[in-house]
């Protein structure tokens, strides 16, 4: 079974651009959340989506947002970038129809914002 | 959710049993306790979790205490791999599934 994939790697912006994230989860997934994790700061949630809906979303600015596609992958995308974004951003998974906490992470991407 | 504390760094000898200790003096009756690692620069990795069962799988061993105000995770036997920051996690199991909430952790650092 292949794990939650992410895409890119790496991704280098400048502050004022535009970055686009990449998800796809463990098929038979059909939930995604997305974490912050900052240099020296722990893992922060930042949304989570579940049947194509926002389910819910942590506590950062509107500029911060996301949508899950039919087959449940899953776009992040953070407008307008300042340096403080710069961080390794992580995408999990969760099955379908089960009540646990056991969410399957993928590699991360990591955003550097100069 | 529960607040836990763990403490901040452990060190273990490769090969010897690594315990992970956790204290969750608030937990609730319908809370669970999860453990996940973090191998650096990694995506976390769920291990286990329990309610007040002792659970065992592949990869380590839960030990809840009766009053469920602590747990402690068991390595078997540390491998160099098994360096990583360790998350103790406190959660309702709900049919829909929500956010972790991930705290310091603990930096277990297995030496050769």
């Known amino acids: 079974e292949a794990g939650v994939t992410q895409s890119p790697t790496h991704l280098i912006k400048t502050r004022g651009q535009q970055a686009t994230l990449r998800c796809s989860p463990i098929s038979g997934h059909t939930s995604v959340y997305w974490y912050q994790q900052a240099l020296g700061l722990g893992l922060q949630f930042l949304l989570w989506y579940d049947e194509g809906e926002e389910r819910n979303r942590g506590n950062f600015p509107p500029r911060f947002s996301g949508r899950q596609f039919p087959n449940y992958s899953s776009e992040l995308n953070v407008n307008a970038l300042e340096l403080e974004d710069s961080a390794l951003y992580l995408c999990a998974s969760r099955r379908r129809g089960t009540g646990g906490n056991e969410q399957y992470f993928g590699p991360g991407t990591r955003l550097t914002v100069t | 959710d529960a607040k836990t504390t763990q403490p901040p760094s452990m060190d273990c000898a490769e090969g010897r049993a690594a315990n992970l200790p956790c204290n969750h003096s608030?937990?609730?009756?319908?809370?669970?306790v999860y453990w996940y690692r973090q191998i650096h620069s990694q995506g976390p990795q769920y291990i286990i979790h329990?309610?007040?069962n002792n659970e065992t799988n592949e990869m380590a061993s839960l030990i809840i205490t009766e009053d469920r105000k602590s747990s402690t995770l068991i390595l078997p036997h540390a491998t160099l791999r098994d360096t990583a920051v360790y998350y103790c996690i406190v959660r309702v199991v709900e049919t829909s599934g929500s956010r972790l909430t991930f705290g310091e952790g603990t930096q277990l650092t297995v030496n050769p």
């Open positions: 608030t937990i609730s009756g319908n809370e669970y």
């Open positions: 329990g309610l007040k």
